[in-house]
């Protein structure tokens, strides 16, 4: 027969093998013993004891038709980097930004619209629908290849869109991945 003892202050007790015990005791989960990180994406979890606190929500990603989409989305292009393709590509995107003409679509949210400039007294407009898709076949549906198979670039480290005349960036903003596309130049590498 063995013995343990419960880490319940409140209910400390002896238990044998099958459980049983001279008083009631809580067993803690890993929630009770590890709580979730600051940060973390899931709901904060606590014991169903007494004066224990509600889940609290953790903020969503703002949605692609707000002001502070726009304003993540502004700020991450203004954002200046040592890479000089990085920044030649930023500085094209914001020129495309500031005259209404990029686009950023959220595939797996079937999503798209046109970018605005939150600082502006531009009116936003509202995200279209378009058909849903994982981020691997819509990549491969939009993005030109090269002779080797590569995703094809322009001279700035844009990506080429099948659609003829438009640049592509593929990557984070505000923390969630979105395909942003502009008018760019035709000469590619």
Same mark, same amino acid.
């Not at 003409?101 to 939150?118: M, N």
């Not at 629908?129 to 993005?143: I, M, R």
């Given at each position: 027969?063995?013995?343990?003892?419960?880490? %319940?202050?409140?209910? /400390?007790? *002896?238990?044998?093998? $099958?459980?049983? +015990?001279?008083?009631?005791?809580?067993? @803690?989960? =890993?929630?009770?013993?590890?709580?979730?990180?600051?940060?973390?994406?899931?709901?904060?979890?606590?014991?169903?004891?007494?004066?224990?606190?509600?889940?609290?929500?953790?903020?969503?990603?703002?949605?692609?038709?707000?002001?502070?989409?726009?304003?993540?989305?502004?700020?991450?292009?203004?954002?200046?980097? %040592?890479?000089?393709? /990085?920044? *030649?590509?930023?500085? $094209?995107?914001? +020129?495309?930004?500031?005259?209404?003409? @990029?686009? =950023?679509?959220?595939?797996?949210?079937?999503?798209?619209?046109?970018?605005?400039?939150?600082?502006?007294?531009?009116?936003?407009?509202?995200?279209?629908?378009?058909?849903?898709?994982?981020?691997?076949?819509?990549?491969?549906?939009?993005?030109?290849?090269?002779?080797?198979?590569?995703?094809?670039?322009?001279? %700035?480290?844009?990506?080429?869109?099948?659609?003829?005349?438009?640049?592509?960036?593929?990557?984070?903003?505000?923390?969630?991945?979105?395909?942003?596309?502009?008018?760019?130049?035709?000469?590619?590498?």
């Amino acid at each position: 027969m063995t013995n343990s003892i419960s880490t %319940d202050k409140k209910h /400390s007790s *002896l238990s044998n093998a $099958s459980g049983n +015990s001279s008083k009631a005791s809580k067993r @803690l989960s =890993v929630q009770d013993v590890f709580p979730p990180s600051v940060g973390s994406s899931t709901f904060s979890k606590t014991s169903s004891t007494a004066g224990a606190k509600k889940p609290t929500p953790v903020t969503p990603t703002p949605e692609i038709a707000t002001s502070g989409f726009m304003a993540s989305l502004k700020a991450k292009l203004s954002t200046t980097s %040592d890479d000089p393709e /990085s920044y *030649l590509r930023s500085q $094209s995107m914001l +020129s495309a930004l500031k005259a209404g003409k @990029l686009t =950023v679509t959220d595939a797996t949210q079937g999503k798209e619209i046109t970018a605005w400039d939150s600082d502006t007294k531009g009116k936003p407009s509202k995200a279209d629908n378009v058909a849903k898709s994982d981020w691997v076949t819509f990549l491969n549906d939009h993005l030109k290849r090269d002779d080797h198979g590569a995703f094809q670039k322009t001279m %700035d480290g844009s990506y080429v869109d099948k659609q003829p005349g438009e640049n592509a960036y593929f990557g984070k903003v505000a923390g969630k991945y979105y395909y942003v596309t502009w008018p760019g130049s035709k000469t590619s590498v």
